[in-house]
């Protein structure tokens, strides 16, 4: 198979710990209820946190690893790369960086090494 240039490459989804967890509780048909009782929070920070108005601490993401069994580590990046990407989406940053802008770093001069 030959690679066609002529398809755009398009960007990969960008998931947050929410999606894995909602998929993961209708999958075993769990509640918000269920859930925050076997990991001992209230209903309403897994509403919040699947909602994405709140996201995983590290404490949060080892307990729903004990109940769940999907991986700490995977929670956490999956937040923290979704996090990075809203923050990008919302300042406007530029994929590339822009070495004519005058707020890149570029050395000075007068500097000779």
């Known amino acids: 198979m030959k690679l066609d240039r002529t398809y755009p ?4 989804h960008n ?4 999606d894995l967890l909602k998929e993961t ?3 075993y048909k769990i509640t918000q209820a269920d859930l925050a ?20 601490d590290e404490t949060l993401a080892l307990r729903i690893e004990m109940v769940m069994g999907i991986s700490s580590e995977l929670l956490l990046n999956l937040d923290s790369k979704y996090k ?9 940053v530029i ?17 000779t090494v």
């Open 84 to 92: 990075l990407a809203q923050a990008k989406e919302n300042i406007g």
């Open 37 to 56: 009782e076997r990991i001992g929070v209230s209903q309403k920070h897994i509403s919040e946190i699947l909602n994405r108005k709140k996201f995983m």
């Open 15 to 18: 998931s947050s710990a929410a």
């Open 9 to 12: 490459i398009r960007a990969y």
């Open 95 to 111: 994929t590339h960086h822009d070495r004519s802008s005058h707020l890149f770093l570029k050395r000075y001069d007068w500097v």
């Open 25 to 27: 509780m209708d999958f």
